[in-house]
């Protein structure tokens, strides 16, 4: 009789514990759902957030008002169609064949070849100016 | 006795005992095998579900909750975007507040439609009063309102406004590709150009890549604009075409109009002059009355015509231009743009013949096109003798300006049929068509040809250096009510380069300009649309990166050709212009 009680005890309390674990399974699982809910809302928001942003920036960037902007603002010209190179290898600097000898830029290297110790004279002197201005920044165009 | 009964009862009930337990034994097994089974199954279904399925399973709901709380009460998607060959945005949908009015819940009519009016200007107040005494309970005020509108009427806190939001087509540069994106009807419908055209891929949600780029679409637009302005033109058109995909990289039709006003633009703004207007577009079709002639007839480029006077057939008298009055070989008809001589040659390939190679290259027939506003040609009914004559220089036929590019590409690319395309190619697609026009060698004769008008023929004024730039100029008179009107013309250019490989066809056409002190007074094309096409190659050049060759004038295309021109002064020798870096 004694062993009956106890099993009756023993599986109410599992009923009771396992339906308040139930119950707070299903209470997260309500809460999740609301945050799921909150948080689409919010990706929506900032999505269309995004687009609005991304139509203001493609009219922003509308070339007419560029140029305007350019014109107003900066001491620069369009480039000639001669300033354009195809490729770096016609700028002395970078050509390994040419005779002048041109010290390199970085100032680790400038140091080693300036060294009183290396055996190679330095002959010659770096770019021109002129040569500097000949390097368009954007030989392969860019939004103007 | 009883015990031994019982005993004997006991034993046989035990039997009967053991054998219906064991039989219970066995079913209950089996059904708690059948329930483990069943609860297998079940976990495998989860397991299944929440780790095999998780991507393609909750994904989905996500999107559609995504889509629900956009809070938008429409089932269908919101409509694709269209941008440029390199992502530029053209055309968007943006969600946007449209405000209305319960007017059962209106307290005071006239100071609400008052603090309305100071936010939205352009509200009709008398409509704005039927509305708000409506029976409904429900009334429009004002459709596609801004943010900072909509936070205005919030401000103002009357419970009888509510806003719904609706989707507006937004195109964030305005009225740079007008003709080519084209537009839509409040609910969405496009109603031109590629709105209209993919109207089904776009209002299924799908985004749309054109072939145009934005920079070369600009540089077209502001060229073909000064051009007009300097020579007080009514209109003009402009193309850029790649002449191996059929791409049209920039596409203009000026004047233009605002795509977010289109409602407002006026018809001569609204039609679209580089697919739909057809055009006599005169001496161009020397191009290809030349290439049918080379092509067909195994002629030598010394093959003279006699351009002495004018010649007469039936009430027609065809007369040069640029008069030389004198005999021409093939390289000089075509450089000085000789009526009298492209009239001969049409004679010599005969009616039929010309006919079916204008035919071949697309000029008779209205053009397939990714947008539906295209023109058919204005070809002659009945094809006389005096037809194939004034045909051959172009004289009576009227095409697109579109169309006449894509002639112009299919024959100095090789000689393979071009057909232009809106829609992007993929890099790497294998090539268009495998139709071929002319024969590999027509087409190098022909870009010699082109490129001898830019050196020395009529050409000269789209001449850039280091960009072997070839042409032709098309200088027609207007019909107007049935007569050819001398002082309205159509002055067009049409050009590709780099003539040894070509890559890029240009054209710009303008409509009646009136010549100016820079000209001379002279409104032809050499004048007007040359020196627009120089321009929009130079910008284009620093746009895409291509730099200028070395210029040797001893190494050019259009030297071979030189023996055939009648030269008073001789070139001297030692003459060598280099221009270089």
Known sequence: MRGIILKYIVVSALVIVSGAMLMDVSHHVQRAERDIKRLDREIAREEESIRVLKAEWAYLNNPVRLEALAAGYVDLISPEAAQLISDMSVIPDNDPQSSIFIPKRSPLHRDISYDASSPKPIQATYPTKNTNNTVPSHTTGGAR | ?581
């Open chain 2, 1 to 581: 006795m009883i015990w031994k009964h019982a005993r004997r009862q006991a034993i046989l009930i035990d039997g009967d005992r053991r054998s219906s337990v064991f039989m219970a034994q066995s079913r209950l097994s089996i059904l708690g095998v059948c329930f483990a089974l069943g609860y297998l199954l079940v976990m495998v279904r989860l397991l299944d579900l929440a780790v095999v399925q998780n991507e393609a399973l909750f994904q989905e709901p996500l999107n559609a909750a995504v889509a629900r709380a956009q809070d938008i009460k429409s089932l269908t998607p919101r409509r694709g975007d269209i941008y440029d060959r390199h992502g530029f945005l053209l055309a968007t949908t943006l969600k946007t507040p449209s405000l209305f009015v319960d007017p059962s819940l209106v307290f005071d009519e006239a100071s609400l439609i008052a603090s309305l009016v100071k936010i939205i200007p352009d509200l009709n107040r008398s409509k704005m009063s039927s509305v708000v005494q409506g029976k409904n309970r429900f009334g429009w005020i004002a459709h596609n309102i801004t943010p900072a509108q909509q936070q205005a009427v919030l401000e103002i806190g009357d419970p009888s406004l509510g806003f719904k939001y609706e989707y507006k087509r937004v195109y964030p540069q305005g009225s740079l590709f007008a003709h080519l994106v084209g537009y839509t009807d409040r609910d969405g419908l496009g109603l031109a150009g590629i709105e209209r055209g993919y109207d089904d891929v776009l209002s299924a949600g799908e985004d749309v890549h054109l072939s145009l780029d934005l920079r070369l679409q600009h540089v077209v637009r502001r060229e073909l604009g000064t051009a007009m302005e300097e020579f007080t033109a009514k209109a003009g058109s402009g193309i850029i075409l790649d002449v191996h995909t059929g791409e049209v990289l920039a596409g203009v039709s000026l004047p233009d109009f605002d795509l977010n006003a289109a409602g407002d633009a006026e018809d001569r703004e609204i039609f679209n002059r580089l697919t739909l207007g057809v055009y006599e577009l005169g001496s161009m079709f020397k191009i290809f009355s030349t290439a049918a002639l080379l092509e067909l007839h195994n002629v030598p480029m010394s093959k003279t015509f006699d351009a002495r006077k004018p010649l007469k057939i039936g009430r027609f008298t065809i007369s040069d231009y640029h008069a030389k009055k004198r005999v021409l070989t093939i390289p000089e008809v075509f450089m000085y743009s000789s009526n009298i001589g492209s009239a001969l040659m049409g004679q010599m390939i005969g009616g039929k013949a010309l006919r079916a190679f204008y035919a071949d290259l697309g000029l008779l027939d209205a053009m397939r096109f990714d947008i539906r506003e295209i023109g058919r040609p204005i070809v002659p009914k009945i094809w006389r003798k005096s037809t194939t004559l004034t045909a051959s220089y172009g004289h009576g036929l009227a095409t697109t300006p579109l169309q006449m590019s894509a002639a112009v590409a299919s024959i100095v690319n090789g000689g393979m049929a071009v057909h232009p395309v809106l829609i992007k190619v993929d890099e790497g697609a294998i090539a268009q068509t495998d139709v071929r026009v002319i024969s590999e060698e027509t087409s190098e004769k022909m870009r010699k040809l082109l490129r001898l008008v830019v050196t020395k023929g009529t050409g000269r004024n789209a001449d850039v250096k280091g960009y072997a730039l070839g042409g032709k100029t098309g200088t027609a008179e207007k019909s107007v009510g049935g007569y050819y009107r001398r002082d309205k013309l159509i002055s067009s250019f049409v050009g590709a380069f780099p003539m040894d490989n070509p890559r890029y066809v240009l054209m710009v056409m303008v409509d009646e300009p009136h010549g100016n002190k820079k000209s001379y007074g002279y409104a032809t094309a050499g004048w007007v649309a040359a020196p627009a096409v120089k321009r929009i190659l130079t910008s284009m050049a620093s746009i895409l990166g291509l730099p200028a060759d070395k210029y040797d004038a001893d190494n050019d295309m259009a030297v071979s050709l030189e023996p055939y021109i009648h030269d008073k002064k001789k070139k001297k020798i030692g003459e060598k212009s280099l221009v270089s870096y």
